[in-house]
């Protein structure tokens, strides 16, 4: 029985090698976000870029919801595997990091399928209706995952995908001592998607930990 392969910097190296590469858009974005304080920690990774991208032409989405945008780079990967007429509603709260997002979309020929939503995320997902989206990526606040899930199963449609990143967030969910709130979030949103009956699951020890979850058909 094979065992987890360790990701060592080689291995994910490696696995750059044999990708598809990033177009220089990406590179470039990729390597501003680098410099910015924390930038390497809340980027996702180029593997993870390609899976978002996969999942939403696999889902066939053409409403995608993004909670945390950042600096854009996973909202443009998802964008550009959109069928025609697909959207991206993206959510943050932060101005200045949104601001470069733009500046590249504009850049990539993309964001005339970009909506972006500046203001409280669980605000934003109040005003849309239950069934809407195909497919919900969360990647912001950890001490909120769990309302931007417990929302999420609502609004995705029967047969869509909600993708949470971070669900292992640097292993601290299994340190005793980390009682932070962005900890507890992380663990609880665990627990309620394994306890949801509402979805079928997968968890991916991947990148930071990366949790599928299927909305049953009705």
């Known amino acids: 029985m094979?065992?987890?392969?360790a990701a060592t910097d080689e291995v994910l190296a490696y696995v750059e090698d044999i990708s598809p590469p990033e177009d220089p858009v990406l590179a470039e974005l990729r390597t501003l976000t680098a410099e910015l304080p924390g930038g390497s920690a809340m980027q996702v990774p180029p593997?993870?870029?390609?899976l978002l991208s996969l999942?939403?032409?696999?889902?066939?989405?053409?409403?995608?919801?993004?909670?945390?945008?950042?600096?854009?780079?996973?909202?443009?990967?998802?964008?550009r595997a959109l069928p025609p007429g697909g959207r991206?509603?993206?959510?943050?709260?932060?101005?200045?990091?949104?601001?470069?997002?733009?500046?590249?979309?504009?850049?990539?020929?993309?964001?005339?399928?970009?909506?972006?939503r500046l203001g409280d995320a669980q605000e934003?997902?109040?005003?849309?209706?239950?069934g809407t989206v195909d497919l919900v990526f969360i990647d912001?606040?950890?001490?909120?995952?769990?309302?931007?899930?417990?929302?999420?199963?609502?609004?995705?449609r029967p047969g869509g995908l909600i993708v949470i990143d971070n669900t292992l967030f640097f292993g601290r969910v299994l340190d005793p001592a980390a009682d932070d709130p962005g900890t507890?979030?992380?663990?609880?949103?665990?627990?309620?998607?394994?306890?949801?009956?509402?979805?079928?699951?997968?968890?991916?020890?991947?990148?930071?930990g990366?949790?599928?979850?299927r909305k049953k058909p009705a």
Request: net charge negative; charged share 20%.
């Open 2 to 5: 094979a065992t987890q392969i």
């Open 47 to 50: 593997s993870e870029g390609r």
């Open 55 to 79: 999942l939403v032409a696999l889902t066939g989405a053409a409403t995608v919801l993004e909670i945390g945008t950042y600096t854009g780079y996973s909202t443009l990967c998802m964008a």
């Open 88 to 116: 991206v509603i993206t959510c943050d709260i932060n101005k200045k990091m949104t601001a470069i997002a733009q500046s590249f979309w504009d850049r990539a020929g993309v964001a005339d399928r970009i909506d972006l």
């Open 124 to 130: 934003t997902m109040a005003g849309l209706s239950a």
């Open 140 to 156: 912001a606040d950890k001490q909120s995952y769990p309302a931007y899930y417990t929302r999420s199963v609502e609004l995705v």
């Open 184 to 208: 507890a979030g992380i663990r609880t949103v665990n627990e309620l998607v394994q306890s949801d009956t509402r979805v079928e699951t997968c968890v991916l020890p991947f990148a930071d």
């Open 210 to 213: 990366l949790t599928l979850a």
